[in-house]
């Protein structure tokens, strides 16, 4: 048996077990335990050869990003220990909101590894969903108002964009049933792959376009994004970590399997045009909401709108290094925007705020910690030599030797964006320290650990990974 098998249903039973523990010391500490062990069981993927059956694929596309959120739901999970711990000691939150945290955070890492393993659309879109409605719930964890607002918010853009997204998959089993036939054959993807290009283009394409909308709103692209920079700002920090650096994949990646059924009928429109319009709308608008915000973490949600939009735009351009840069990017931002919120975490906690303004010298009042959040401002503005700018550096020389007009706004946005993440870096880490200062709670190795992969990519990818990034770009075509 496949060991996706038990990496799904891990989070699932753990998730179970869960929600009957009473404390939250030891529910944490379970809930690190769990997801080190799917870590464990995901890297077991690397030793079996690829393969499908009727609920489940793994393929090249997906093994890495399996891996890769099992990993960030795992360091996650070792920051959320302590940092939720502080926030019961604090006041902030009571026991009685948490008696439902680490099973509805084993829930989302079981819908979230679902939806990236599942071979049926349908029970895709299922897992999609329920990522967003586990999600909800850890949101509104502090019950104020403005969080209630946010899980409201967050649902409601949400669910509208998965019920378009339903019409699509529903209008893509329609259009393969009169060549597949009825049943569940048609609504498998490793099927659908197999008779796609003979499937009626024109419901084909327009399937694509419900999709990408529908898909497109849990992304985070824009114009859809306005649930995304509330659900960060006001929902606990952990979940902000894994919502940027793993629920967004997880939309993304429907997308692509989508891209991918249309690029293999020779008669369907091009998506990329449309990606790359939606990716380059996301960036500039990102780019200019960036210099406005004044909260910390609503700050980074909009970062992540801006590098989810490079993401897209990558995929849209499509081609080998075009793929490849975006494939590369999708990891890397993953790691450097969940470390950069587990570095927010730490210093919403020591300085009692998220205000931007109140927040000066963290170097100097907590040196580890503000020079955490330095390298990793650093490195999601595209700095060398961290990965991003090796994985941008790909996609804006491809781009200029493929199609120079589009490479100007993408190199304007990915400007526009940089000098807004100097400007706040400087204001956050330099100057003399203000406000209270707390001692730091919990450990910074997560949050290094991210970093250091981060720069190790920059620096070099190793030549599997490498095969293995150009394999995947081929797929992607």
Known sequence: MSPIYGIVALPLLAGGVLALVPGYRLGAWLNVAASGLTLLLSLL???REPGADALFVVDAFNIYLVVLTCFVGFTTSIFSATYIGHEIAVGKLKPLNLRFYHAMYQAFMFTMLLALSANN????????????????????LYRTAESIEAAWKYFILCGVGIALALFGTILMYLAAQPVMGPGMAAMTW????????????AILNLAFVFLLVGYGTKVGLAPLHAWLPDAHAEGPTPISA???????????????????LLAANGAALSPGPLMVT?????????????????????????????????????FGMGGPLANFAGLLHMAMHSLTKSAIFYAVGHVTQ???????????????SHPALGWGLLVGVVAIAGLPPFGIFMSEFLLIT?????????????????????????????????????GESQPIHGSLVPLYAHLGLVLVAGVWLPGPLVAWFQTVAHLLG
């Open 398 to 434: 491809s781009t200029f030797a493929r199609e120079p007009l589009l490479a100007l706004p993408l190199t304007a946005g990915v400007l526009l964006a940089f000098g807004a993440l100097v400007l706040r870096v400087q204001q956050l880490c330099f100057g003399e320290a203000e």
């Open 350 to 364: 020591a300085k009692g705020t998220q205000a931007i303004d109140k927040i000066r010298g963290l170097t100097i």
């Open 242 to 260: 894994v919502l940027s650096g793993l629920l967004l994949n997880v939309a993304l990646y429907a997308v692509l399997r989508f891209k991918m």
């Open 190 to 201: 490793t099927e659908l792959m197999r008779f796609v290009a003979k499937v009626d283009p």
């Open 45 to 47: 993927l690397f030793a």
């Open 278 to 314: 939606m990716g380059l709308a996301s960036l500039t608008l990102a780019g200019f909401m960036l210099y406005r915000r004044r909260d910390i973490k609503r700050f980074f949600a909009y970062s992540s709108i801006e590098h989810m939009g490079i993401i897209t735009f990558a």
């Open 121 to 140: 659309l349908g029970v895709m879109w299922v897992a999609v969903e329920g990522a967003t409605l586990t999600t909800v719930l850890m949101v509104s």
